[in-house]
């Protein structure tokens, strides 16, 4: 049972919310079936006891004097899924208040309810002057109240002005901040996966956004539109900053998600640039990750992602702040989700060993981790390269490129990290073809690398070799 959808959706309940459902489940509004309240006891009491469900146990307890019935458990079992995601969606409803006071104008005034809908009317527009958030939905909010409000006033006053302006411009601001929101991470996702979107109406967006400056002084319009900016090459480091500046001074006025995906969409950014372009780009997004781990939104379900992880040590190393990496990796190191977490520290360790030159005891921190993760397997495999080429152990080296080689052609899909990888296993062969001496050689070589047209993630240590 333990694979059931019920009881991976079920496992993540709780103790708040196992309360509330048990008051679901038992109200007879929503549920009349017995079965379905003994069998979420069931799974209440498992979940308690931290035992896996049994199907047989869980038949037994629902209905202990009838023989297993394999069909009978499935629809309970079908049943109570369906009650819990009744439960979410119920639950849902009332996130937003300024939402429920709205609709409750609408449901009075459909019944001929003046009084009781303005009175609802104005409670809706209380709670929108004092919802905090001021994303794309919230003019959706905007624009439903005023919708509303102007099918009240059409109702009882047929000869006064009207808000239909006024809704008009919020349906226009709501559109434009989804609009170039999507934009933004479609031209993200782009730029990793080469492929190409078709974006419609956006370019007479940005003249109507550039034209007028009530929707442009919106931060989820302004935002959004310097993100699009700097993602699609234009005036990158200009958008980029005012995209920042904006980030830091009305982060308050997103929501925890859209906020924590707006900073990783410029930390992404950030750390290609700075593979491109250098200290600029990589001390700018340095601050952006320590803004994030500060507001802690870099944290899911209490955890921090182990790319973010690995990113964040590899990017101090690079700035030499070795120490303020040293103490991350290890003050961190609990966020991390348990299966990854010894492989994570033992990788970003032996970075801070390589960083130190104490290269034993980064061979031996590589050592003791399993590297499942492609990304995670190509950064130890290039950190036991470096090592191997500075400690001039070029048997071992050779052996190590020729498997680093077949190991990223074995690899599925990967995008232009297959590129990345296999131009610097044959640069690092390129080092080791030229004579002991041969500037001349080693300078055309350097040239070579320095036109690389792709990212290349080891530029710098490879221009900084020697022969």
Known sequence: MQKTILWEAFST?????????GKFVRSPFFNQKQPLIDLFEYLCDCLKQKKIPDTLSAHAAVWPDILYDDQRMRLANSDLLELLEHYWTYCEQFVAPQRIRTRLAAQYRKRNLPKHSQ??????????NSHHLRNAEYFDDRGDFEVEQYRFAAAVKRFEAFNLQEISDLMDTAFIARKLRHVCFALSHQAVFKTQYEFGLL???????????????????????????????????????????????????????????LYLLAINFG???????????????????????????????????????????????????????????IR??????????????????????????????????????????????????????KIYYETEETDILLSHLDSMQNYIR?????????????RIVRYVQA?????????????????????????????????????
């Open 431 to 467: 080092l080791l073809r030229i004579r002991p001496g041969d500037q001349t050689a080693l300078a055309t070589l350097h040239q070579k690398i320095a036109a690389e047209p792709i990212l290349l993630t080891e530029k710098t240590w490879l221009m900084a070799q020697k022969v």
């Open 332 to 385: 961190y190191k609990p966020l991390l989700e348990r299966r990854y977490r010894e492989a994570s520290f033992s990788l970003n360790s032996a970075r801070v060993a390589y960083r130190r030159k104490h290269y034993g005891a980064a061979l031996q921190f590589l050592q003791n981790a399993d590297y499942k993760d492609f990304i995670n397997s190509m950064n130890a495999k290039i950190l036991q390269m």
């Open 271 to 329: 750390v290609k640039k700075s593979n491109e372009y250098g200290e600029v780009w990589l001390r700018a997004t340095f601050a952006l990750y320590k803004e994030a781990l500060a507001r802690e939104l870099l944290l899911e379900n209490g955890f921090l992602s182990r790319f973010a992880y690995n990113n964040i040590v590899g990017i101090a190393m690079r700035l030499e702040e070795v120490e303020w990496a040293e103490d991350f990796l």
């Open 13 to 21: 309940l709780d103790k708040a919310e196992l309360r509330e459902m």
């Open 410 to 422: 074995r690899q599925g899909p990967i995008g232009y990290h297959r590129d990345n990888y296999l």
């Open 203 to 261: 370019e007479a967006v940005f003249d109507y956004v550039k034209k007028t400056p009530s929707v442009f002084d919106q931060p989820a319009v302004a935002l959004y539109y310097h993100a699009c900016c700097f993602l699609a090459g234009v005036d990158g480091e200009v958008h980029f900053e005012r995209f920042r500046l904006l980030l830091t001074t009305h982060a308050a006025l997103f929501p925890e998600e859209e906020i924590r995906a």
């Open 119 to 128: 009175i609802a009317l104005r409670e809706a527009r209380a709670a929108l």
